[in-house]
Nanobody, 125 residues
Framework: QVRLVESGGGVVQAGASLRLSCAAS????????MGWFRQAPGKEREFVAA????????EYAGSVKGRFIIFRDNSKNTLYLQANNLKPEDTAVYYC??????????????????WGQGTQVTVSS
């Protein structure tokens, strides 16, 4: 079973950038469709971005499109989320997720079998 470990979260001011990373424990990382989700206090977990096994066809939630970029380095078994122009409403715990069954899994959290523990992102105004 793949193990996912997120890092890169922190406390930043509005307008700043962060790069989140998700390190996978398996060398078969390239066989997993990947996604980022987030959960703010008192809210349900929501989709942020997804990417296919090969790293093409990224998809974004409307709230982050144009500001966030999802990409992966299969040679390093790592998924990334470049978050630019952060806003207070981006404050949440960010989770990466892996799906071993599909080439691309999209926005449905039920498609993802494996989840990391999350990394906290706090954006102050």
């Amino acid at each position: 079973q793949v193990r996912l470990v997120e890092s890169g979260g922190g406390v930043v001011q509005a307008g700043a950038s962060l790069r989140l990373s998700c390190a996978a424990s398996e060398r078969t990382f390239s066989s997993y469709a990947m996604g980022w989700f987030r959960q703010a206090p008192g809210k349900e977990r929501e989709f942020v971005a997804a990417i296919s096994r090969s790293g093409i066809n990224p998809e974004y939630a409307g709230s982050v499109k144009g500001r966030f970029i999802i990409f992966r380095d299969n040679s390093k078994n790592t998924l990334y989320l470049q978050a630019n122009n952060l806003k207070p409403e981006d404050t949440a715990v960010y989770y990466c997720a892996a799906d071993p069954s599909r080439y691309y899994s999209g926005s449905a959290p039920t498609h993802y079998a494996h989840w990391g523990q999350g990394t906290q992102v706090t954006v102050s105004s």
